[in-house]
């Protein structure tokens, strides 16, 4: 098969990492890929052994002008698909220009907020499939009206023989400015509203009086940044919470943590608690969107109610109390990945989703 992927994400994580695996995946099955993406994105260099790239400048949901220039590079690559992995104009004008060429046209949709019926409606009336990456996102598309006939699920996946090696610890914390002994909670999120940091910023005058050693770090960037550390220089938590930006190191960081937290508001599925869960890491997060498919309540984590800050508080002291559980729930993760999040599971997906479009 010769498939058009486009995604518009300019940073390798989320929506953008999961591309990266189909398209290592298809690559390995035979298919040809070819990739539109940012100028200059971090997909578009990783991306190059599997996909034949066409980095163009997009400019999100005014770029009218992508019509023209993904029905151009259509006509001129000639795929037998197109599947559009991002939303940011892309969904929207890559469904036109590929209804304009002719071509079967796959979304993938990989968030959990609403979107008005009308939208709904003539949105999706321009593709032949729409691929949920979770159940809950399929719940969201169903009760907004989307035909259950055109639409799909495929999880996203994790490499998650990546995460699972041991690491030293010692050397880990000491890159991360942590004491070894300290009790470190990680966030891996954007820095954007609606990943909650603000809930456990709240909550962490009580945990630190339970445990003093408390170390907290929010990995990741965003608009939120300068807020963020706005309230944690207000609250006088400088010795306890940094933010220690985006890393490309990870793989290695993860199995250092003691608890992983996603106070988030909305998400549809959430690879950070899916590499997290692969390390071995136990999790508290919102029981919200996809988000109880990746963590299992009392398997390998705990799920609390979005925003509730007291709910968010027990959950975390119940887990900092209690080694025995905290190693229990990760290796029940790193079971749960391997067995129903791999890679080749969501390879697999996708290319029957193909085959139902491609005789």
């Not at 980095?55 to 949901?61: A, K, N």
């Not at 992508?66 to 991002?86: C, D, F, N, Y």
């Not at 933010?243 to 250092?256: C, K, Q, S």
Request: charged content about 20%; overall charge positive; aromatic content about 4%.
């Amino acid at each position: 098969m010769k498939i058009l992927h486009v995604e518009a994400g300019r940073h390798l994580y989320g929506g953008a990492l999961q591309v990266l695996y189909l398209l290592r995946g298809l690559a390995a099955h035979g298919h040809h890929n070819l990739l539109v993406c940012p100028r200059g994105s971090a997909l578009a260099a990783a991306a190059a052994p599997f996909a034949e790239v066409h980095p163009l400048t997009l400019h999100g949901d005014v770029d009218v002008l992508m019509i023209g220039k993904l029905w151009r590079l259509i006509r001129a690559t000639q795929p037998e698909l197109v599947h559009l992995h991002s939303r940011r104009g892309a969904d929207v004008f890559g469904g036109m220009a590929a209804r304009l060429a002719g071509v079967p046209v796959i979304h993938t949709r990989r968030v959990d907020n609403a979107e008005p019926r009308w939208r709904v409606a003539l949105k999706y009336r321009l593709h032949d499939r729409v691929i949920a990456i979770s159940a809950g996102i399929a719940n969201v598309l169903i009760d907004e009206g989307l035909s259950p006939k055109k639409l799909r699920m495929v999880r996203s996946a994790v490499d998650w023989q990546r995460y699972a090696p041991a690491v030293d610890r010692t050397v880990i914390r000491a890159r991360l400015k942590v004491p070894t002994d300290a009790l470190l909670v990680g966030v891996i999120a954007q820095l954007i509203p609606r990943k909650g940091h603000r809930f456990l910023l709240a909550a962490l005058p009580e945990l630190l009086a339970a445990h003093s050693n408390l170390q907290v770090r929010f990995f990741g960037q965003g608009a939120l940044a300068k807020e963020l550390q706005r309230q944690i220089d207000a609250a006088e938590l400088n010795q306890c919470v940094q933010l220690a930006g985006f890393r490309d190191d990870l793989a290695e960081i993860l199995p250092a943590l003691d608890l992983v937290v996603h106070p988030v508001l909305m998400e549809g599925l959430g690879v950070s608690l899916l590499q997290a869960a692969s390390a071995g890491v136990p999790i508290v997060a919102s029981r919200v969107g996809g988000i109880p498919e990746a963590v299992r309540d009392g398997e390998n984590g705990i799920l609390v109610p979005p925003g509730e800050v007291d709910a968010l508080r027990e959950a975390i002291l119940a887990l900092l109390a209690n080694s025995a559980l905290r190693q229990q729930f990760g290796v029940n993760g790193q079971a749960l990945m391997a067995r129903e999040f791999s890679i080749d599971a969501m390879v697999e997906g996708n290319l029957a989703v193909y085959r139902e479009l491609i005789t």
